[in-house]
């Protein structure tokens, strides 16, 4: 059941992305994560869309920002349901820099001009069940993991649900919020005051329910035309295996035009292979399967 808009909170993707265009409170977070100082914010783009992929769809990230020396990528990723592995985090993260790459190099720089890119996973549970605060990844030599690449690329994935003990005292505050509501420092107040703000704007309510009905309708539209032709094609049959064959066939339909709906909004594999699981149960193994034949 989706949210009302006045039940919103920080960490939803739609709430956080509208309260993170502020410049100011952007950098001040993104300070708080990376513990060192960030550069003056040139832009801040929440659900920003970026249309680099074979096929010419926009690929959307959360909030989507740079300074003069780097670019960013902030995420919050909640589970719904899934397990992490079925996430695929690693590979998104591989995904949204690659895609940030080929944004600033479609606007007429070189790749020896590329800014330092972090991609950065706001996680409420942990993403690789280890109990680490964060997880850094970078690209080192196996022979010599010393060595760094240096190719300007790092992914973090920040684990609220770690041992707060071990976090530093602002990460801590921030973590706590995130799990808890609870506002404990100058930055979550400010951003739980954001938040309070949001609801009162009405644009973005508008745009919220917006954004409900047309979910609402791409599953509505998606099952109404499978059942149809599960009906029909059971009517021809004309017996119990036609009609049992008609509905599978019928949610086979259904689940092949959802997958091209969400593929045409947008969509990226690994969240449109999560949507079909919440709406049709599908196992993993069956997921799989429809992914790879009407993707």
Partial sequence: MAKSYEELTFVDDFMFGKVMEDKELCRDLLECLLGQPVGELQ???????????????????????????????TEMQNLNHHAPQ???????????QSMMDADFLQKGHSYRELLEGRVLFLCTFDPFGKGYAKYTYESRCRENPEWVLADGTEKIFFNC??????????LKALYEYIQTGKECSVLTKRLEAAVGKAR?????????????????DIKYFARKEGREEGREEGREEGREEGREEGREEGRE??????IEVLKELGMDYSMTEKKLCEKYSLSDAEAQRVMKKYW
């Fill in 43 to 73: 832009e801040v783009q929440s659900e920003r869309q970026l249309r680099y992929t074979a096929d010419g769809k926009p690929i959307r990230l959360d909030v989507y920002t740079r300074d003069k020396e780097h670019v960013y990528d």
């Fill in 161 to 170: 649900t770690c041992e707060i003990e071990e976090v530093a005292e602002e």
């Fill in 253 to 258: 339909i259904g689940i092949q035009n959802l």
């Fill in 86 to 96: 079925e996430l695929e985090l690693p590979k998104r993260s591989r995904f949204y």
């Fill in 200 to 216: 009162l704007n009405e644009k973005w309510r508008s745009e919220y329910m917006k954004e409900l009905l047309h979910d609402d």
